[in-house]
Structure formats: C-alpha cells, structure tokens
C-alpha cells in the first residue's frame, strides 16, 4: 500500500492513472523501484518511474541505474513552481535527455494533479544537438581563437572576466589616449577589428564618448579604467603608432 503520508506519495496517483490510460498494469515499490508498469499480454514493454519531488543528482543516479533493466525510464517530479523558461531548467531537461530518461511533471496545486510528459525516454541524438548548436560553438571557438592574452584562470566566479571584448574595448581606449578623438574608421585602420563601431556606439563600460560626427573620444572614466589593465596594453606598445599625441 503507498504510504499518502509521503509527500513523494501524492505523485503516485496521477502516475498510476496515466499508464493505466495507456494500457499498463502499475505496481508500486517493487525492487526499489517506485514504480513498475507493464503490459501482461508483451512483458518486453515495461516502464519504470522514479518519483522525486525536485529533480537532483540522487533521482538521476536511481534512474540511470533502472535503465539496467528497461530502457523505459521515467523520472516524475513535482511542476516547478519557477518559470520553465528559465535558463536553469532549460539546462537540467537537456541534461535529462542527454541521459535518454522521459520526464514527467505533475501539479499538486490543484484536485486532479495533472500531469505534463515533458519527452519520453528514448536515444539521446548527439549529431542533431550538435547541428543545432553549431552558431554558439562557432561563437566560442571564436571568443577562445581571438583572445590575445590569457589572464583568466579557470573555475573563476565573481570575478572580472578577461573577453575580446573587453581587449578591444583596452585597445581602442589606449589608441585614443595616444592619438586623440578618432572615428571608428580610423580606428580599425590600427587593427581594432570590425567590433571597433559597435564598441564605440554601444559604450558598456562607459569609457567612450562622441565629440563629433561619427569621432569619439575617451571619458573620463574610460581614461583612468582602461589603465589598469597593464597586460592587455603592453601588446600594443609596440605598435607604430605614427600620430602620438603629445
């Protein structure tokens, strides 16, 4: 008998009542398992579920080892009461299927206790993920190819992060300190790159100002902040530099 008791017991219910709708014969707590469900006529097509209120590493693992048994694997827990477009559940439900577990929500909130079948257990496709992907790996191996320093060190957190954006940013900054206001144009033409009028225009560190149609100059912050960066500045030093101002 479940225990209703067991907070984790009021999934049970809205569970049973789904796989019984499809045919299956449910039986709860067998082997350690929450639930088995299966069908008495083809005894190859049986499901397990484990049933967690949050979804954590422990629910992965009991998972993960039922698939011993069946490739049928589902784990339930409870709806998120946080937005389920959020980057974090968005993250934790690929991660689920890259496991190739189903997943089902079911809402407490309310009488019925719905349930939501997020996907169904089957084989992960690493090549359909990687095409998907493929603008954001081109984006990193190009954040990573086009850095010209390495001053990051690695597993960092609430720390100021090293970019090529923010290189660019040093660079342009110590180019209009030696050469005085210059247009984006001008400015590339001393290898700032092609982010050189984005940079400009979009002015996220605030260290750049226009002084004139389409000329910038540095702001007063800008002149002091990009000073600290002595490792980035010193690959420019040695640029021919031929307006320095004086």
């Known amino acids: 008998m479940v225990n209703k008791n067991n907070c984790e017991a009021q999934l049970y219910e809205p569970i049973e009542q789904y796989f019984q709708s499809l045919g299956y014969t449910v039986q709860a707590e067998v082997n350690d398992c929450d639930i088995v469900a299966f069908k008495k006529d083809d005894l190859d097509d049986f499901v ?41 559940w968005r993250d934790l439900v690929h991660l689920v299927r890259r496991l190739e577990l189903g997943l089902i929500l079911v809402s407490l909130e309310t009488k019925s206790r719905s349930i ?90 605030k260290w750049f100002k226009r002084v004139g149609r389409g000329v910038y100059d540095l702001t ?4 002091e902040a990009y000073k600290a960066y002595e490792e980035v500045i010193k690959l420019y030093n040695s640029n021919d530099i031929k307006e320095v101002r004086h």
Request: aromatic share 8%.
């Open 220 to 223: 007063d912050v800008g002149r």
């Open 116 to 205: 939501q079948v997020v996907h169904e257990p089957k084989p992960f496709d690493r090549l359909a993920s990687l095409r998907r992907s493929k603008q954001k790996r081109d984006n990193l191996l190009n954040e990573a190819r086009e850095r010209k320093t390495n001053t990051n060190v690695g597993g960092s957190s609430h720390v100021s992060i090293m970019t090529v954006y923010r290189e660019r940013s040093i660079q342009i900054a110590y180019y209009l300190d030696c050469l005085g206001p210059k247009s984006a144009k001008q400015l590339k033409e001393y290898g700032t790159g092609e982010r050189t009028y984005n940079i400009l225009y979009n002015n996220y560190y």
């Open 48 to 88: 397990i579920v484990e049933l967690k209120l949050n979804l954590n590493v422990t629910l992965l693992m009991q998972a993960a080892n039922r698939q011993r048994y069946t490739s049928n694997v589902y784990i339930a827990i409870e709806r998120p009461k946080t937005s389920l477009r959020r980057k974090r």
